[in-house]
């Protein structure tokens, strides 16, 4: 410091400045010499000082309330006042502007002594300003005419009208002379402590003439002087932008001093943007700096918002964005219907909180993200952005309208977030997708397979519930993502679709492993006629998909097709294994004489004829036409395997048999819904054959068998007769050659095949086969 000894920290004043005349902008006109004179007289602290007899004119009494336009926490200044940041000299000509000159003691003045004197002054100042007639709708309104009407209830009664019709403040504004020699560097920061900004605000400017005319004047920018300077008025208005962000930020949680200071604060931020650019400022906007307080504060709102712990409340997050979307509304509430009449229009207050919340919320929500693992709390995040923050619950709320009609209600998110937070939630519906099929498999190894209980039914059909588990899974996780977006909703089938693909191996896998041991008792049939049509109807289930997403679809039918095969093939194999024993022993010498081999093969096929009626169409006809094949030609087959031939006339007592085996069998195969028609006529066919008396009307009989069965050849017929018991001669030749010319003739296109893929044997007896005539000659003589 220059001289320790004198009252300023660091600065002096050069004594030749004088007020710069008002000018239009900002501030009425004020004395600061009578205000010093007033607090050089006042003996008492500034707080809780009592009015006494030696106040100075203008002081108000101890009983006297305080200004209801300042804040409870900021002291009084006698440049405050309703209307506007200081009165204009225009409204009040009868007041003289005393000289600006001020002389200054060595020693400071006491700072308690300067806030008492000015709590005086603004106090009577305001009064008076309230008196002041203001035009409106053409006529003027007068004071109050009874002077002896208590102050305080006058104030509230003007609160209250001024809180019924609230008025725009002006753009502009006067500006106040400036003091010909600012306060000291210790006397700007305590104003600006004690929440006096328009006073410290004036004296900053009059510090900051000084060192512009120090610098015309051709002071060197090194100096200490000049140096020390700008030092101050870098720190002073650090000190007063600080003081102002914190009341900014405050602003909306502490109502209370919002007319004693947002008033001010508006003007101060008006007249730095004005002189931007002349030395002794900030460099950077005040305007920005301003909406970054607004910012602060908003964050502080979002930030008091309770947020429980997850694992005290499941519900956590919904409960936190409930919170938070009243907690916005309240506040954009507040904005509109007091904060924003503290500033003139062209601050946009309304407008700048709302973006600001975007901003804020948006980053309040990645954070949030970063905690959100399950899929319902991810649904509750993503519907909070995409659905509620826009719609009459928060930003489209009708108490915030009109003023929200012309503002955007987009979150501000960066750029990659939505995509990742969707991509996120289709990742954790995937996951759980999967652990729902896993679940399913363990709960029915648990409630089925290892209980050995017998299938449900429903409509007759044996059946499982958890075809509808699943469906009722992807038809919750679709429609709940079609709320969010299309978009999602679409990826979301995707996934499931893409997840249920390997379901249907994995359950065989299982099924297998657990019910190995079961067959082939009836309980392992009718759990694969269980699963036969569970799987079905998961698949019409998902057919409903198809046109959304063809691909995953047609990808699970191709997986559930191979399944229901494998089913099917397994289920026949069982049944062709059952069977094959007694169908060996068919046309036999045994079965000449005995029924029980083929009373066997009945009632195991009339025991998967009852099964199949619990399995659903078009699988119930397609397992009875393939079955019905197999035992028609197995049958018949025993007839190419010359394992016997009928003698001494048994070939009419085998030929009725098999005509009424085969009867039965038919019968049994028509009940199953066999498609298999054309396998009817082989049993009368063949035993018309083999019953006839006269071998030689064989020959009349061959037309209608080839016509039923073209695949029937001289192979085939050879057999036939040797079971009849024919094993040669004349007659033997022309029936093998009459149907050589019948197949010759034939124009039967039929494409089933029966004894074409029958294993007919060879006899090995070479003289078999010899005709008659050439036998004879071999024969010795008699």
Same mark, same amino acid.
Not at 280 to 307: F, I, M, R, T, Y
């Given at each position: 410091?220059?001289?320790?000894?004198?009252?300023?920290?660091?600065?002096?004043?050069?004594?030749?400045?004088?007020?710069?005349?008002?000018?239009?902008?900002?501030?009425?006109?004020?004395? !600061?010499?009578? !205000?010093?004179?007033?607090?050089?007289?006042?003996?008492?602290?500034?707080?809780?000082?009592?009015?006494?007899?030696?106040?100075?004119?203008?002081?108000?009494?101890?009983?006297?309330?305080?200004?209801?336009?300042?804040?409870?926490?900021?002291?009084?200044?006698?440049?405050?006042?309703?209307?506007?940041?200081?009165? @204009?000299?225009?409204?009040?000509?009868?007041?003289?502007?005393?000289?600006?000159?001020?002389?200054?003691?060595?020693?400071? #003045?006491?700072?308690?002594?300067?806030?008492?004197?000015?709590?005086?002054?603004?106090?009577?100042?305001?009064?008076? $300003?309230?008196? *002041?007639?203001?035009?409106?709708?053409?006529? =003027?309104?007068?004071?109050?005419?009874?002077?002896?009407?208590?102050?305080?209830?006058? $104030?509230?009664?003007?609160?209250?009208?001024?809180?019924?019709?609230?008025?725009?403040?002006?753009?502009?504004?006067?500006?106040?002379?400036?003091?010909?020699?600012?306060?000291? +560097?210790?006397?700007?920061?305590?104003?600006?402590?004690?929440?006096?900004?328009?006073?410290?605000?004036?004296?900053? $400017?009059?510090?900051?003439?000084?060192?512009?005319?120090?610098?015309?004047?051709?002071?060197?920018?090194?100096?200490?002087?000049?140096?020390?300077?700008?030092?101050?008025?870098?720190?002073?208005?650090?000190?007063?932008?600080?003081?102002?962000?914190?009341?900014?930020?405050?602003?909306?949680?502490?109502?209370?001093? @919002?007319?004693?200071?947002?008033?001010?604060?508006?003007?101060?931020?008006?007249?730095?943007?004005?002189?931007?650019?002349?030395?002794?400022?900030?460099?950077?906007?005040?305007?920005?700096?301003?909406?970054?307080? +607004?910012?602060?504060?908003?964050?502080?709102?979002?930030?008091?918002?309770?947020?429980?712990?997850?694992? %005290?409340? =499941?519900?956590?997050?919904?409960?936190?964005?409930?919170?938070?979307?009243?907690? *916005?509304?309240?506040?954009?509430?507040?904005?509109?219907?007091?904060?924003?009449?503290?500033?003139?229009?062209?601050?946009?207050?309304?407008?700048?909180?709302? =973006?600001?919340?975007?901003?804020? &919320?948006?980053?309040?929500?990645?954070?949030?993200?970063?905690?959100?693992?399950?899929?319902?709390? $991810?649904?509750?995040?993503?519907?909070?952005?995409?659905?509620?923050?826009?719609?009459?619950?928060?930003?489209?709320?009708?108490?915030?309208?009109?003023?929200?009609?012309?503002?955007?209600?987009?979150?501000?998110?960066?750029?990659?977030?939505?995509?990742?937070?969707?991509?996120?939630? +289709?990742?954790?519906?995937?996951?759980?997708?999967?652990?729902?099929?896993?679940?399913?498999?363990?709960?029915?190894?648990?409630?089925?397979?290892?209980?050995?209980?017998?299938?449900?039914?429903?409509?007759?059909?044996?059946?499982?519930?958890?075809?509808?588990?699943?469906?009722?899974? +992807?038809?919750?996780?679709?429609?709940?993502?079609?709320?969010?977006?299309?978009?999602?909703?679409?990826? &979301?089938?995707?996934?499931?679709?893409?997840?249920? %693909?390997?379901?249907?191996?994995?359950?065989?896998?299982?099924?297998?492993?657990?019910?190995?041991?079961?067959?082939? %008792?009836?309980?392992?049939?009718?759990?694969?006629?269980?699963?036969?049509?569970?799987?079905?109807?998961?698949?019409?289930?998902?057919?409903?998909?198809?046109?959304?997403?063809?691909?995953?679809?047609?990808?699970?039918?191709?997986?559930?097709?191979?399944?229901?095969?494998?089913?099917?093939?397994?289920?026949?194999?069982?049944?062709?294994?059952?069977?094959? #024993?007694?169908?060996?022993?068919?046309?036999?010498?045994?079965?000449?004489?005995?029924?029980?081999?083929?009373?066997?093969?009945?009632?195991?096929?009339?025991?998967?004829?009852?099964?199949?009626?619990?399995?659903?169409?078009?699988?119930?006809?397609?397992?009875?036409?393939?079955?019905?094949?197999?035992?028609?030609?197995?049958?018949?087959?025993?007839?190419?395997?010359?394992?016997?031939?009928?003698?001494?006339?048994?070939?009419?007592?085998?030929?009725?048999?098999?005509?009424?085996?085969?009867?039965?069998?038919?019968?049994?195969?028509?009940?199953?819904?066999?498609?298999?028609?054309?396998?009817?006529?082989?049993?009368?066919?063949?035993?018309?054959? !083999?019953?006839?008396?006269?071998?030689?009307?064989?020959?009349?009989?061959?037309?209608?068998?080839?016509?039923?069965?073209?695949?029937?050849?001289?192979?085939?017929?050879?057999?036939?007769?040797?079971?009849?018991?024919?094993?040669?001669?004349?007659?033997?030749?022309?029936?093998?050659?009459?149907?050589?010319?019948?197949? =010759?003739?034939?124009?039967?296109?039929?494409?089933?095949?029966?004894?074409?893929?029958?294993?007919?044997?060879?006899?090995?007896?070479?003289?078999?086969?010899?005709?008659?005539?050439?036998?004879?000659?071999?024969?010795?003589?008699?």
């Amino acid at each position: 410091m220059d001289n320790p000894d004198e009252d300023r920290v660091s600065l002096q004043s050069n004594g030749a400045n004088s007020g710069k005349k008002g000018k239009v902008g900002m501030f009425d006109s004020f004395r !600061i010499k009578s !205000i010093k004179q007033a607090v050089e007289k006042s003996p008492l602290p500034l707080r809780g000082r009592k009015s006494t007899s030696n106040d100075t004119e203008g002081s108000v009494p101890a009983s006297s309330p305080p200004p209801a336009s300042s804040g409870p926490s900021s002291p009084a200044s006698p440049l405050r006042n309703d209307g506007g940041f200081f009165p @204009n000299q225009e409204d009040n000509p009868g007041q003289a502007a005393p000289p600006c000159s001020l002389t200054r003691s060595n020693t400071a #003045p006491s700072m308690s002594m300067l806030g008492d004197s000015l709590q005086r002054k603004g106090s009577k100042l305001r009064r008076s $300003l309230r008196g *002041i007639g203001k035009k409106k709708n053409g006529k =003027k309104l007068e004071a109050p005419g009874d002077v002896s009407e208590d102050p305080r209830r006058s $104030l509230e009664r003007t609160e209250e009208k001024n809180e019924k019709t609230p008025e725009e403040i002006d753009e502009l504004y006067i500006l106040p002379e400036l003091p010909e020699s600012p306060l000291s +560097v210790m006397e700007i920061h305590k104003l600006i402590d004690m929440e006096v900004l328009e006073e410290a605000h004036l004296n900053l $400017l009059a510090l900051r003439l000084e060192l512009q005319k120090e610098q015309e004047a051709g002071v060197e920018d090194s100096s200490t002087k000049v140096a020390q300077k700008q030092k101050d008025l870098s720190l002073l208005y650090t000190d007063l932008r600080d003081k102002i962000h914190e009341i900014v930020r405050d602003s909306s949680t502490r109502p209370a001093r @919002n007319k004693g200071l947002l008033i001010p604060v508006a003007r101060i931020i008006q007249e730095e943007e004005k002189r931007a650019g002349e030395p002794g400022g900030l460099p950077d906007s005040w305007v920005e700096a301003w909406k970054d307080a +607004v910012c602060d504060g908003v964050q502080l709102k979002v930030n008091s918002v309770h947020l429980e712990q997850r694992e %005290q409340n =499941k519900s956590w997050l919904a409960v936190h964005l409930g919170l938070l979307g009243n907690a *916005i509304v309240e506040d954009l509430e507040n904005v509109k219907k007091e904060l924003r009449w503290s500033y003139p229009p062209t601050f946009k207050v309304f407008s700048t909180y709302v =973006k600001s919340y975007h901003r804020v &919320v948006g980053q309040h929500l990645k954070k949030l993200e970063e905690q959100t693992t399950e899929l319902k709390d $991810l649904y509750a995040l993503l519907d909070w952005i995409l659905n509620k923050y826009k719609s009459d619950r928060i930003m489209g709320s009708l108490t915030l309208q009109p003023d929200m009609t012309d503002e955007s209600t987009d979150l501000q998110l960066e750029s990659d977030f939505l995509k990742q937070l969707k991509d996120k939630y +289709v990742c954790r519906v995937k996951e759980e997708m999967r652990t729902v099929v896993e679940r399913i498999i363990v709960v029915e190894n648990e409630s089925v397979w290892s209980v050995r209980k017998k299938p449900e039914e429903e409509d007759n059909f044996f059946c499982s519930p958890f075809p509808m588990d699943i469906w009722t899974r +992807v038809k919750g996780n679709t429609t709940i993502s079609k709320q969010l977006c299309v978009d999602l909703e679409h990826k &979301v089938i995707q996934t499931c679709l893409q997840e249920l %693909q390997h379901f249907p191996k994995r359950f065989e896998e299982e099924f297998r492993r657990h019910c190995a041991a079961i067959q082939p %008792q009836p309980l392992w049939t009718e759990y694969h006629i269980t699963y036969i049509n569970s799987f079905m109807s998961l698949q019409d289930n998902m057919d409903g998909y198809h046109e959304s997403c063809p691909q995953e679809v047609d990808g699970f039918r191709k997986e559930v097709k191979s399944l229901i095969v494998r089913l099917m093939q397994s289920l026949e194999n069982q049944f062709k294994e059952d069977v094959t #024993p007694f169908l060996r022993r068919m046309v036999t010498r045994k079965w000449l004489t005995n029924d029980d081999d083929f009373h066997q093969l009945q009632s195991r096929t009339q025991q998967l004829s009852q099964q199949c009626f619990h399995l659903k169409p078009p699988y119930t006809q397609e397992v009875a036409s393939r079955l019905h094949h197999h035992v028609v030609k197995e049958y018949v087959g025993q007839l190419m395997k010359k394992s016997y031939s009928c003698k001494n006339r048994k070939h009419e007592k085998a030929a009725a048999k098999i005509s009424k085996q085969m009867d039965a069998l038919k019968d049994l195969f028509r009940e199953m819904d066999s498609s298999q028609e054309w396998l009817y006529p082989v049993g009368e066919d063949l035993s018309n054959i !083999i019953g006839l008396k006269n071998k030689a009307d064989i020959k009349h009989h061959l037309k209608p068998l080839l016509e039923h069965y073209p695949d029937f050849s001289k192979k085939h017929l050879v057999a036939v007769l040797y079971f009849r018991g024919d094993v040669g001669g004349r007659e033997h030749q022309l029936i093998v050659q009459r149907l050589t010319e019948l197949k =010759k003739r034939s124009s039967c296109n039929r494409k089933e095949v029966l004894f074409g893929d029958m294993l007919v044997t060879t006899n090995t007896n070479c003289l078999s086969s010899l005709p008659f005539s050439c036998l004879s000659r071999l024969l010795p003589d008699s």
